[in-house]
């Protein structure tokens, strides 16, 4: 497979089909091909070859369908391409197994696997397993969601194993079938009827397992017993005595993990005096916790700190009297705790209890106030993890403290928003409070930090529990209910959002198509979902909504949204445009009552600023809720997360897509390619970042992308990558000599030396090579042969263009003595680079970087260092290298030879003209001692050499500056004084003059040792072949260090060879070479196309 489709080792091949892809109106059998990464399909026969390579995270929609064109088919729809595949053995496994792996590219694409998906699917233990082992590794994998999904369990939770058996229930004296679920650290069993029974036993709670003697009533039974002495009895087993042996080796396990719990029996685990299954966090302060309870020691060193370490705030700021003598409220209350406490009298109380659909009805009549908080943490799985992790928030809070970060200064910013008309949130209290909370979670989980409408969640969750028992609600709400909504794009709510939508089309069809042409979902739904109804209901009635959801999940969110826009219908029909509609739903939402809360009603702050002279009658709360539970109660949570896959491929497509047009637009409008061209080579260059995902680097994935940058600098690759790249897309194409190129290009637009590229760099890099003029072409040709661009390895002698580039100050300020100007633009941004990698990534580093980015440095052509005689040899091998595949080749050959020749004369002639004013300058100049060269032994290069600036063995250009040079050349004609002192109306000769006059000391061979006359056209070219005196120069041979060219000198030199200038000037289409690289990227390939190259198999 990976040699059929070109792939590496690293890409892994899950499974493989037998199907047809349809292609046009003829199937073509062959074969599916699914790996971790990409899509493939094979097909060959008669004689034509389809091949088809489809990476998952170009998927924008998959969908299983059957139609009279194609029956029982596969849909798979990408941004340019509808795929359709049919004739399937097992439609049903494939479907489920591409939708796990698009799934898995759309966490990739997300990038917050950490706290959300195993980045990866488990490796194999071992190294030569075959493919099917993949395969069921990914099975697991979903299973093992299914199972935390279903009982609300931690992300760490695995599952080993589940069998069918019933479930003795004492409340109705029934044996209940059902599958019982075993991982390390639960036993959980959940009826074959949705609403029949859950049942969750964490194995830290268990004293007894034992088997109880079989009869023809009770088959296999197994008895489990709990620390509060609950004793649950499973029967039907088909492998029970595995299934004790199972059970036994985790509970080994499980005691020795015990906090608290010095022995390793479990006979010290029975003899605890608290169980941990009644948490009744309420109660802390009256009931402390037991040695033996893990929260025990958390609590009391919280305790110490703040009153809201052990209780919620509503008991520190409860302003009402007390239940009994608020009448008609009170009794309500006094009623609903009543009934509750039978519950528990019959099904159980704590995280052992049998929920059942009586639970359910009792959370939809009301939690009371003062079981709010024990039943949050227990319905939405927080207990469990805040007693396996004891001591875990009291760090957090002690590690963030004093921390300064983007995430802390938001926090801060929106600390006083939180329920400001709620007495708790009007004083430091509670501020600090919901402070300490906040910031532990965002120092918990950087990747999400802190997210707009966590403050006002978190604030409701301070009111009905402690600071600690807030914090574990916060993490079940963020990382495990609510998966994605609070990051920075908001993608889970984005998500949920297209569901609503696809409800409201459903339910309500009517409807739907006029909220479409308003646009009102889009701008209610977020505010509606993020913050549970809290920020556009009445408080009293919202925690209602939230007592809800922590038992039922989105499920009750999305029927009471629907519920809201069906009871609206006839209004919003009426609605001329969204303004009009939003007040409606506005004010609707108002005025739902709860009408049996016992707190004193606190005044909703939309409500005061939307009401009217005309109030829309009062709506309660329970009503609502029943009407949404009889109307839309065929939502089932399996529908719910099936739709969410499908619209998360659409969602995360679409900020894939705008994330696309941000980073084009903020591409300087004269880089010159069109916005298609650019949206086209972010494409491309996303698509090569994305490999270092699939097939592994150099350099770690999350060192190449850092979601908190802004969109342009997220997406980085490296030199390889990059060589790749340029090799397809580069209109300068130098055959062998291309990847030598191409690393010289990468080390010039790596200014801040982290050995990776952004996409504005790269863009950058291609516009020099596409767009510009002849003298801007030839700029970039002329740096990618100095330094930095240049490796050492490749010039080892570019003393003076090192010197240009070096980031020494004080060669800096001497160069700037000299030269009478700044070290050019290359070196500020190479400083600025350095800066990068060194201060804190925070968004006062990235306005700087911003403001230096506007300032507008014009870099001139006196800018430019000297280029010494083998750097020269370089660049003319670059251009006989790009030469090489041009039509008009021998042209070229002979127009590069000519201006070879002339410019090493003028180099020659230079460096004689610069001898007479040396020598002077020399005597001026004790301290310098050098030898004559060996072949000149009155060389005048070395009387020109001046005092080294910097490191004593540079000579960084000393001569630089010569003062008056004699006034005679046989080349170029009457000079001037010193360089970049002629003024603008000099002609061209004049400039070049001045330029001979003040040569580096640089040289490959003798001051006349070369002969021009003597120099073959090939060997200019070439630079290395035997007749060349050039050649010994890499070597060691004879060196002289006079000889250097201008970039003017160039310029001048090409501009005489019109066929030169034409090839320059030239324009070049970049759409047809990145065509050509997303195709060689799909790997898509038609029957025509391998006939017309001839390919076979």
């Given at each position: 497979m990976r040699k059929q489709f070109g792939m590496p080792e690293g890409e892994k091949l899950v499974n493989y089909y037998s199907c047809s892809?349809?292609?046009?109106?003829?199937?073509?059998?062959?074969?599916?091909?699914?790996?971790?990464?990409?899509l493939c399909f094979y097909s060959f026969l008669l004689g034509?070859?389809?091949?088809?390579?489809?990476?998952?995270?170009?998927?924008?929609?998959?969908?299983?369908?059957?139609?009279?064109?194609?029956?029982?088919?596969?849909r798979v729809d990408t941004r340019d391409q509808e795929l359709f595949f049919s004739m399937f053995l097992n439609i049903g496994e494939t479907f489920k197994l591409m939708e796990q792996l698009a799934n898995l590219a759309m966490r990739q694409l997300l990038d917050n696997e950490g706290f959300l998906e195993d980045k990866a699917p488990p490796r194999p233990a071992q190294p030569h397993r075959n493919i099917s082992a993949l395969k069921r590794d990914l099975d697991a994998r979903a299973k093992n969601e299914y199972y935390r999904a279903m009982f609300r369990l931690p992300r760490d939770e695995r599952l080993d194993g589940h069998t069918s058996c019933t479930l003795w229930t004492p409340f109705n004296k029934l044996h209940i079938p059902g599958q019982m679920f075993i991982s390390s650290n639960y036993i959980c069993f959940a009826s074959k009827e949705e609403d029949g029974c859950h049942l969750i036993i964490p194995l830290r709670e268990v004293t007894i397992v034992e088997k109880a003697d079989s009869s023809s009533v009770l088959p296999s039974p197994l008895s489990i017993s709990t620390k509060n002495k609950m004793t649950f009895l499973f029967a039907n087993l088909k492998d029970r005595d595995f299934l004790v042996e199972k059970i036994a080796d985790f509970l080994l396990k499980t005691s020795s993990k015990q906090p608290g719990d010095n022995s390793a029996g479990r006979k010290a685990s029975v003899m605890d005096p608290a169980p941990e299954s009644s948490p009744a966090p309420q109660e802390a302060p009256e009931q402390p916790a037991s040695p033996g309870s893990p929260c025990g020691g958390c609590q009391s060193s919280l305790a110490q700190e703040a009153p809201t370490a052990s209780q919620g705030l509503l008991k520190l700021f409860r302003r009402n009297a007390p239940v009994e003598d608020l009448g008609a409220k009170g009794a309500k209350e006094k009623m609903k705790e009543e009934l509750w406490n039978i519950h528990f009298s019959e099904y159980g109380r704590g995280v052992c209890m049998y929920r059942t659909a009586k639970t359910r009805d009792l959370v939809l009549k009301g939690i009371p106030e003062g079981l709010r908080g024990e039943l949050w943490l227990l319905f939405s799985g927080a207990w469990n993890e805040m007693v396996t992790h004891p001591g875990y928030y009291s760090e957090l809070v002690e590690k963030s403290t004093g921390r300064y970060s983007l995430a802390t200064e938001e926090i801060e910013r929106d600390l006083h928003r939180s329920m400001p008309e709620h007495p708790a949130f009007q004083n430091e209290l509670g501020i600090a409070a919901l402070r300490r909370v906040l910031t532990a979670y965002a120092f918990r989980n950087p990747t999400i930090g802190y997210c707009q409408a966590m403050n006002i969640v978190t604030s409701v969750l301070l009111l009905y529990g402690s600071e600690e028992e807030a914090f574990w609600l916060l993490v079940a709400l963020c990382e495990r209910m609510l998966p994605d909504y609070y990051n920075t794009r908001v993608v889970g709510a984005l998500v949920d959002q297209g569901i609503f939508e696809e409800l409201t089309r459903d339910f309500l069809p009517q409807l739907s198509e006029k909220m479409q042409d308003l646009g009102v979902i889009a701008s209610i739904s977020l505010s509606w979902f993020l913050t549970l109804f809290l920020s556009v209901m009445p408080f009293e009635s919202a925690v209602v909504i939230v007592d809800c959801f922590f038992y039922e999940g989105i499920k009750v969110v999305l029927q009471l949204a629907l519920a809201i826009l069906d009871a609206n219908m006839k209004k919003l029909l009426d609605c001329s445009d969204e303004g009009e509609a939003m007040t409606i739903l506005g004010r609707y939402?108002?005025?739902v009552v709860n009408k049996q809360s016992v707190s004193p009603p606190i005044p909703h702050l939309h409500a005061l600023l939307t009401s009217g002279d005309d109030p829309p009658e009062e709506v309660d709360i329970f009503d609502l809720l029943k009407v949404s539970y009889e109307k839309f109660s065929s939502l089932r949570a399996d529908d719910i997360e099936q739709m969410r896959f499908k619209q998360r491929l659409k969602v995360i497509q679409s900020l894939e897509d705008t994330a696309k047009r941000s980073?084009?637009?903020a591409i300087p409008g004269d880089i010159g390619f069109s916005v298609e061209e650019l949206e086209d080579l972010y494409m491309v260059f996303k698509a090569k970042h994305l490999a270092s995902q699939y097939w592994g680097s150099s350099r770690p994935t999350a060192v190449r992308r850092d979601p908190s940058l802004p969109y342009l600098e997220q997406y980085r690759i490296d030199a390889s990558q990059f060589q790749e790249l340029f090799a397809s897309l580069t209109p300068w194409a130098c055959g062998a000599h291309t990847p030598v190129l191409a690393g010289r290009m990468f080390r010039l637009l790596d200014?801040?030396?982290?050995?990776?590229?952004?996409?504005?760099?790269?863009?950058?890099?291609?516009?020099?090579?596409?767009?510009?003029?002849?003298?801007?072409k030839?700029?970039?040709?002329?740096?990618?042969?100095?330094?930095?661009?240049?490796?050492?390895?490749?010039?080892?002698?570019?003393?003076?263009?090192?010197?240009?580039?070096?980031?020494?100050s004080s060669s800096e300020e001497a160069l700037r003595q000299e030269e009478g100007e700044g070290a050019g633009s290359e070196d500020v941004q190479g400083k600025g680079g350095e800066e990068k990698g060194t201060s804190p990534p925070d968004y006062r580093h990235y306005l700087q970087m911003w403001a230096k980015e506007k300032e507008v440095q014009k870099e001139t052509i006196k800018d430019f260092p000297k280029m010494n005689q083998e750097q020269f040899i370089e660049l003319c091998k670059t251009l006989y290298n790009m030469f090489s595949e041009d039509s008009r080749e021998q042209a070229l050959y002979h127009a590069i030879a000519t201006v070879a020749s002339l410019l090493l004369r003028i180099g020659e002639v230079g460096k004689r003209f610069s001898a007479q004013p040396g020598r002077k300058s020399r005597d001026g100049a004790p301290g310098e001692d050098q030898p004559p060269a060996p072949d000149t032994p009155q060389d005048p290069a070395q009387?020109?050499?001046?005092?080294?600036?910097?490191?004593?063995?540079?000579?960084?250009?000393g001569d630089t500056q010569l003062g008056k040079a004699p006034q005679e050349s046989q080349v170029v004609g009457d000079g001037g004084g010193g360089e970049g002192l002629g003024s603008p109306s000099q002609r061209l000769s004049d400039d070049e003059t001045k330029d001979d006059m003040s040569m580096s000391s640089y040289s490959v061979v003798s001051t006349g040792s070369l002969q021009c006359e003597d120099l073959a056209d090939d060997t200019v070219l070439v630079g290395g072949e035997a007749r060349s005196p050039l050649a010994p120069s890499r070597n060691g041979g004879s060196v002289d260090t006079d000889w250097s060219i201008s970039f003017e000198q160039i310029l001048a030199s090409i501009l005489t060879e019109s066929v030169l200038v034409n090839f320059f000037e030239k324009r070049m289409?970049?759409?047809l070479k990145i065509k050509d690289q997303r195709k060689v990227e799909r790997q898509f390939s038609s029957s025509s196309d391998h006939e017309h190259s001839g390919v076979s198999s």
């Open positions: 892809y349809w292609k046009g109106r003829v199937p073509r059998q062959g074969w599916l091909y699914l790996t971790v990464n990409h034509k070859e389809v091949s088809l390579v489809v990476q998952w995270v170009d998927v924008t929609g998959l969908e299983k369908n059957a139609t009279l064109l194609f029956p029982e088919s596969i939402l108002d005025n980073v084009v637009r200014r801040n030396k982290d050995s990776l590229i952004n996409f504005k760099e790269f863009v950058t890099g291609m516009s020099g090579m596409y767009h510009g003029d002849l003298t801007e030839l700029k970039v040709l002329y740096k990618l042969h100095l330094p930095p661009a240049l490796s050492p390895e490749e010039a080892e002698s570019a003393l003076e263009a090192a010197h240009y580039f070096t980031e020494d009387e020109l050499q001046p005092p080294a600036v910097g490191d004593p063995q540079a000579r960084a250009g289409d970049i759409g």
